[in-house]
């Protein structure tokens, strides 16, 4: 395949995902395997695997971090440019048109009794991603305290009107977990850092 | 300008947004919330849409926003902020770096990320559910119990349960907001 056709095919590909997968996240891994692994061959499961892993440590949406590495792989940076714009556009699309008429919408009396309903049922969304994540975390000393302070720190912050950056605080939570891990090497001694 | 503090502030979130989707909630709430760019409500509304269309949740709230705030051009900075970041770090793995995780100290930055993350979902729930369920924005607030928001909570969260157990996967948060959308239609213009 010359390059252009590759790097308009990634384009279509990611589209593709971009406009039909809903919900994002991990509703996405299994589109995603199907589609370069499965059915076209751009990529084997251990590297699919690894992007996975790598989306998962890194900041940011894991399609737009697929899309970013499979392009990359396939097509150089171009490539990595077509993908992750296919990926964002279907998206962008959408959303701005609904933009455009979700007030005059919210004004119908109906519209606004149903998203007062749709509202709580958000929070019950938000709950049981973060539950369904601590369900998946281990209970080690330091992943309870980490947790236990973040919980605190919200909580305060937001009932107390304080302002306190929240992107710091997740730097801070980060420096805990690595300078336990040097406190860990230091007291171990060489090698022993486990 | 509005344009840049829209290009700016998706960046930043774009930059720590760790965990996925509901990982930048916390993130997202702290900056529409100061910059007054929107009400708790609103907030709900537009996670709501996000959900239910398709594509990465970061990038459909990113989208809202820059419209809502600052039309078409608005939009694209604001998408164009959450993306990059992202798009930076994958770039310079899959060219450089291509163990960073085997390195210890990543892992143990990451290590400590994860559960503040997980930490911060769970306080901003519960920080949505007062003010939501219970009318507490902060300390001082008075209580004003919307009972008919409780009814709804505890309906979605059986009928997620309970569907759960019937089609043995988890339902799709479209359809809760379906349930919870009728429910509301039904239960809020009955007069109190």
């Known amino acids: 395949m010359s390059k252009r056709k590759k790097i308009l095919s990634l384009f279509l590909a990611f589209l593709k995902i971009g406009a039909f997968t809903f919900g994002g996240g991990y509703a996405m891994i299994a589109l995603l395997e199907a589609e370069f692994v499965t059915k076209r061959g751009w990529l084997d499961k251990d590297e699919f695997l690894n992007i996975v892993a790598i989306a998962e440590s890194t900041p940011g949406p894991i399609a737009i971090n697929a899309a970013t590495y499979i392009g990359y792989k396939n097509a150089g940076v171009l490539g990595s440019v077509a993908a992750t714009v296919g990926v964002v556009l279907p998206s962008f699309v959408i959303i701005y048109v609904i933009s455009l008429f979700f007030d005059a919408f919210l004004s119908l009396a109906y519209v606004a009794y149903a998203f007062r309903g749709i509202q709580v049922c958000v929070v019950w969304l938000i709950l049981s991603a973060g539950l369904k994540m601590l369900k998946g975390l281990e209970k080690t000393p330091l992943n309870v305290c980490v947790l236990a302070l973040s919980v605190l720190f919200m909580l305060i912050t937001s009932l107390f009107a304080v302002r306190f950056s929240t992107v710091l605080f997740i730097l801070f939570c980060g420096c805990i977990g690595l300078a336990v891990y040097l406190l860990g090497l230091l007291r171990g001694g060489k090698g022993a850092g486990k | ?192």
């Open chain 2, 1 to 192: 300008m509005i344009l840049l503090e829209l290009f700016f502030t998706f960046l930043k979130i774009g930059a720590l947004s760790f965990g996925g989707g509901m990982g930048m909630i916390s993130l997202i709430r702290e900056e529409v919330l100061g910059h007054g760019w929107m009400t708790e409500a609103d907030l709900l509304n537009m996670i709501a849409v996000a959900e239910s269309t398709p594509g990465p949740i970061a990038v459909n709230i990113a989208t809202f926003i820059g419209a809502d705030e600052g039309g078409i051009a608005g939009a694209a900075l604001a998408t164009l902020g959450v993306v990059l970041p992202s798009f930076v770090i994958i770039l310079v793995i899959a060219a450089l770096v291509k163990n960073l995780l085997k390195y210890e100290g990543v892992k143990a930055f990451l290590g400590g990320v994860r559960p503040c993350v997980i930490g911060l979902i769970l306080a901003v729930a519960a920080t949505l559910g007062l003010g939501t369920l219970l009318g507490i924005g902060k300390i001082g607030d008075a209580l004003t119990v919307d009972w008919r928001g409780i009814a709804i909570f505890a309906a979605v969260a059986v009928s997620a349960a309970v569907l759960k157990k019937i089609r043995k996967k988890p339902v799709s948060p479209i359809v809760m907001i379906l349930i919870s959308a009728v429910l509301g239609m039904i239960l809020y213009p009955i007069g109190v």
